[in-house]
């Protein structure tokens, strides 16, 4: 099987999400036997392109043009378009972010093909594969394959593949410039701000810590704990959706099926029982830390540490032996 990655970056900085889908495509290549190649749209990547390079990989494309940079769904469509006529691979995988979910669609659109979106995982079954998609804000799961023919597109959740996986390359692979046609008037928008340079917006998916907290919070006043220990951490604050409906935090640092989906190192909820459309954002943290008093709380059932105990002593204590450690 021809499989190829279309890896994302922007403004010279990698999506990390682009490296948990190569690790997808890693395994889907060695399963299936076939050829795994790397793009990457956009301007001046030369040396990004040359560090993708340094992975498991057949091949990099460079898809470089200056009317690429700054994004816009009307320049990746068209280029990538022209790029996956010329390639021919069979499968095209690519990271399930704010970019993609933008222009994923026109481009499957533009191709005359399907767009599988949002993918946890796969199956190798009789010759074919089978992607997994979650249903019901999470409560159950479907099986789905294409019925047409290639090009399929598919894109992986963020989280649904650990990047630490990631096979290097014995040597590095042949990085390749292809070059693209694109005119200005077929750019027929102009990008504003990115969502985490927003006013009072985060884009949570790139933080390597998150602590966020659930109704065992009490009180609007007691998010100050929380904030200390994200802090201490050098990471970010969050929340389940009830703290953002009472106007505690912002919803764009809601985690779950109607917030954003993330996969950070370190995920320490507090006081988040684990309903379903809460787990759903934030079950492939790769170590999830649960203090909660009832022991019965979902949310132990997939937290690697679980501490029963009353939060408002458990924190308190963190910060402070964080602030020792920081000061010796």
């Known amino acids: 099987m021809r499989i190829l990655l279309i890896a994302e970056q922007r403004q010279g900085k990698w999506n990390k999400v682009s490296f948990e889908t190569l690790a997808a495509a890693q395994q889907l290549a060695t399963e299936t036997g ?4 790397a793009a990457l749209p956009g ?29 816009t769904a009307d320049g990746f469509t068209l280029a990538l378009r022209q790029l996956i006529e010329r390639e021919a691979p069979e499968l095209v995988l690519l990271p399930h972010t704010y970019q993609v979910r933008d222009f994923a669609p026109k481009l499957a659109a533009a191709l005359g093909r399907a767009l599988l979106a949002d993918c946890i ?25 294409f019925a047409g023919p290639p090009p399929w597109l598919a ?31 077929q750019i027929r928008v102009r990008p504003g701000e990115l969502f985490r340079e927003a006013k009072q917006a985060v884009d949570l998916t790139q933080a390597p810590v998150i602590v966020a907290v659930g109704r065992g919070i ?13 802090k201490l951490l050098g990471g970010e604050l969050a929340a389940s959706r009830p703290i953002c409906d009472e106007g505690w935090l912002p919803m764009e640092r809601q985690i779950g099926s109607s917030g954003q989906t993330v996969a950070p ?33 979902p949310i132990f059932e997939i937290a690697d540490y679980g501490i029963v105990a009353d939060l408002f002593e458990i924190v308190p204590a963190l910060n402070e032996a964080l602030e020792q450690s920081a000061s010796s």
């Open 265 to 297: 190192k370190l995920y320490i909820a507090l006081g988040i029982s684990g309903a379903i459309q809460h787990v759903v954002g934030m079950k492939g943290s790769r170590t999830i830390v649960a203090i909660n008093k009832d022991p019965n709380a």
């Open 155 to 185: 894109t992986i959740q963020a989280g649904a593949f650990r990047a630490d996986q990631l096979e290097r390359g014995s040597s590095p692979a042949p990085v390749r410039a292809v070059s693209v046609e694109l005119s200005p008037e």
């Open 121 to 145: 995982g796969y199956r190798y079954e009789n010759g074919r594969v089978v992607f997994v998609r979650q249903m019901f804000q999470g409560r159950t799961a479907a099986d789905v394959t």
């Open 43 to 71: 301007q001046g990547i030369r040396a990004l392109a040359e560090e993708l390079a340094g992975y498991r990989l057949d091949e990099v494309l460079v898809v470089e043009h200056e009317r690429l940079e700054p994004y």
């Open 218 to 230: 009490k009180e609007k006043e007691n998010i100050a704990l929380a904030e200390k220990l994200a």
């Open 34 to 37: 076939g050829r795994l190649v």
